[in-house]
Nanobody, 123 residues
Framework: QVQLVESGGGLVQAGGSLRLSCVAS????????MGWFRQAQGKEREIVAA????????HYAESVKGRFTISREKVKNSASLQMNSLNAEDTAVYYC????????????????WGQGTQVTVSS
């Protein structure tokens, strides 16, 4: 099975930045579309950003457009989420997701999920 490991979460002041990383390993495939989701306390999980593997086509939630940037490295089979201008509304557990099909990731139906990393933004 594919394993996804997130890193880079932590505590940051409002207006600051963090960079999350997700590395995929194992499985039988050689490439995956990847994405980031988040779940704040008391709220449902929501998509943050996604990126296709072949063309690096990106998708962003309206709430993070212009502030967050998703990227991927094909050789390392990894993805990153650069988060700038963070505010308290960004506080959540962030999860990495991956799937052979970009559409599955975008739709929140990815076959593989990481354990999550906590991002806390002080107001």
């Amino acid at each position: 099975q594919v394993q996804l490991v997130e890193s880079g979460g932590g505590l940051v002041q409002a207006g600051g930045s963090l960079r999350l990383s997700c590395v995929a390993s194992g499985g039988t495939g050689s490439s995956y579309a990847m994405g980031w989701f988040r779940q704040a306390q008391g709220k449902e999980r929501e998509i943050v950003a996604a990126i296709s593997w072949s063309r690096a086509t990106t998708h962003y939630a309206e709430s993070v457009k212009g502030r967050f940037t998703i990227s991927r490295e094909k050789v390392k089979n990894s993805a990153s989420l650069q988060m700038n201008s963070l505010n308290a509304e960004d506080t959540a557990v962030y999860y990495c997701a991956a799937d052979d099909r970009t559409s599955s990731v975008v739709a929140g139906r990815a076959g593989y999920w990481g354990q999550g990393t906590q991002v806390t933004v002080s107001s």
